[in-house]
């Protein structure tokens, strides 16, 4: 098993641009979830999914849209790239309590 | 929401030295987990401890649910358990709300 990718490990945006960040999991675990880490500062929740087509709003959603088409991936859109949107983007999936983390996506807006 | 604060914000260490991190939260939780975020920026779950005691290795945790804290011990500290401890935690009936993580102990092992 692979666990949790994410693709690109770095971006460096304009702002205004837009890109959407890939994650996969090859797991079959039904929770999906994004959280962003700012420095000094432990995960805060972006967004989740309980299951393929549904999503619902963590604690930072503005900015970010997410979709589920699949089990296995769950995409990070940003629209309109901000600098407050600098920050290290991590994907999990989850089987009971249990959390599974990807190694993280650098992003830098300018 | 629910609070999370870790303690102490940062720790410094010599190899061999023993340690203890307190993670104390706000609400009643049926989940908690530790994680440790290597240096190169890696989260690796270490527990879920929602209460009681578990021991892997040279690490062990303690959750008192009634008292709404838990710790991390690490004995026998070498360089490689350098990074940031996270605790966090999930709330009793909160669904899939996702985990409330707090702002970690930031550990240093010096050889």
């Known amino acids: 098993n692979a666990g949790v990718t994410q693709t690109p490990k770095f971006q460096v945006l304009k702002t205004g641009q837009s890109m959407t960040l890939q994650c996969a999991q090859d797991?079959?675990?039904?929770?999906m979830s994004w959280y962003r880490q700012d420095p000094g500062m432990g995960l805060r929740l972006i967004h989740y999914s309980v299951g393929a087509g549904i999503t619902d709003q963590g604690e930072v959603p503005n900015g970010y849209n997410v979709s589920r088409s699949t089990t296995e991936d769950f995409p990070l859109r940003l629209l309109s790239a901000a600098p407050s949107q600098t920050s290290v983007y991590f994907c999990?999936?989850?089987?009971?309590?249990?959390?599974?983390f990807g190694p993280g996506t650098r992003l830098l807006v300018l | 929401g629910i609070q999370v604060e870790q303690s102490p914000p940062d720790l410094i260490l010599q190899e061999g030295a023993n340690s203890t991190l307190r993670c104390n939260f706000s609400?009643?939780?049926?989940?908690l987990q530790w994680f440790h975020q290597n240096p190169w920026g890696q989260l690796i779950n270490l527990f879920y401890i929602p209460s009681g005691t578990k021991q892997n290795g040279r690490l062990s945790a303690t959750t008192v649910a009634t008292e709404r804290y838990s710790l991390l011990y690490i004995s026998s500290s070498q360089t490689t358990d350098s990074g940031v401890y996270f605790c966090a935690v999930e709330l009793t009936g909160g669904g899939a709300d996702g985990l409330t993580f707090g702002k970690g102990t930031h550990l240093i092992i010096q050889p």
């Open positions: 609400d009643s939780v049926n989940n």
């Open positions: 999990a999936s989850r089987t009971g309590r249990t959390q599974y």
């Open positions: 797991m079959n675990h039904e929770y």
